[in-house]
């Protein structure tokens, strides 16, 4: 009998929840108790012709945003580059053959791509060495002037910069200027954990002061490495049966690292370079003599939106200041933002952003600027990379483990945002009467945990989409 009434009583309250209006939908979230004292935006519209506000709270309010700042990067760059340009990063030289000798540099030019990998600067090589190339009598020059403002981004937090999602940022990348470390146990008690590096590398020295041990039952070890240091600091426990555990961590000095590794690779491939490396300008004069193409910029703003790579999204920002004004700088980036988003008929005093990624806390935009944003793409000759980028609740990307088993699974799309205290999430739902409508949803300054409030925000745009 107890079971039949707890039964009952589920299928009343799930009949309760599918009946909400919109308007109960949004009451009752903003009386979850995740959010008490929290700062909470909303905004809902209808993709009309002409369209029409469904629900709003505090929508011309300025909030963090984290990572839905990304959507003005991606709709910058699709706009200002179009979705089928493509980076050519070159490889160049100053000098004259002499038989299977090269006098002169070479020069590694950064032109902003930040899907350069391993195998494509392999792939470079290779095309020296298909020349007859063997000797250099010159030095390797890595040229990262094309963006003026190198390093990080403005107001990011200091203990981010040891961590992969905070990676430095120049004119040049390789691999997401990141490495990831894994920690293992070791066979026996007391004994160091096995620390290793993908891709092995010895530009950063491990000190390592994790012990196994065999007497816990929970891995407690961090890692540390100081901004400016090649030394990577590990300390803590973890248990015998432990399984590996991995974490993603920023490379120092990324051009020498290029530089470096590139030079590794010419020597794999037989190409002896006497000179030494360093860091300069390419002369007017010097020719290509190798190049790499990246994928069209419709993939990488996939790749961008998806996993919600920071890198991508501060490389490309700078790309568009490099295109329209021949310098890549954040400053330049922006002031293209501003006259963009007033062609598109947003205001740009709702939308101040000092990176491209949402990382710096000093960002600030509102609900009704980002759902504007959303409308507009939906016109723009870019839409379909631009909405085919997004993550698909339930599927893919930072959403694939967000919506399972609800009704929005699979009909919802949206950038997510999370930096601490924040949380956003903004897009487009389809609704089972088969409408489309375009939201976002934005939390700052909760002190709840995390998953409380992504739960909260899931439960509304859920019931939203019935």
Known sequence: ????????????????????TPQEALEAFLREPALRGAWVGVLVET????PKVLLAHDADKRFMPASNAKLFTVALALERLGEDFTFRTPLLTDGKREGATLVGNLYLRGVGDPSLTRQRLLELAKQVVAQGIQVVKGDLVVDVSAFTDNRWGTGWAWDYLAYGYAPEVWAIALDRNAITVQVAPANLDGVPAKVTLTPPTDWLTIDNRIQTVATVNEADWSLWREA??????????????ANPES??????????????????????????????LRI????????IIAETPSAPLRELVRWLNKVSDN??????????????????DVEGAMNLLREQLKAWGIEPTEVRLVDGSGLSRLNMVTPHALVRLLQVARRRPWFAAFRESLPIAGVDGTLA????????????VAKTGFIGGVVTISGYL???????????VMVNHFTAPTRDVQNAVDRFLAALVR
């Open 1 to 20: 009998m107890r079971c039949r009434a707890t039964l009952w009583l589920l299928l009343f309250t799930v009949a309760f929840v599918s009946a909400q």
């Open 47 to 50: 993709t009309d012709a002409t």
């Open 228 to 241: 400016w240091e090649r030394t990577l600091h590990l300390w803590g426990r973890i248990p015998m049966t």
């Open 247 to 276: 974490v993603r961590i920023s490379v120092p000095n990324v051009p020498h690292y290029v530089g470096t590794t590139f030079r590794q690779l010419l020597n794999e491939v037989g190409v002896r370079l006497e000179g030494s």
């Open 280 to 287: 300069g300008n390419t002369p007017a004069d010097a020719k």
């Open 311 to 328: 890198l991508y999204a501060e490389m490309l920002l700078r790309a568009v200041a490099l295109k329209g004004l021949g310098r890549g």
């Open 401 to 412: 483990n967000r919506f399972r088993g609800t009704a929005a699974e699979k009909r919802l």
């Open 430 to 440: 389809q609704r089972q009467d088969g409408s489309e409508w375009v939201f976002s």
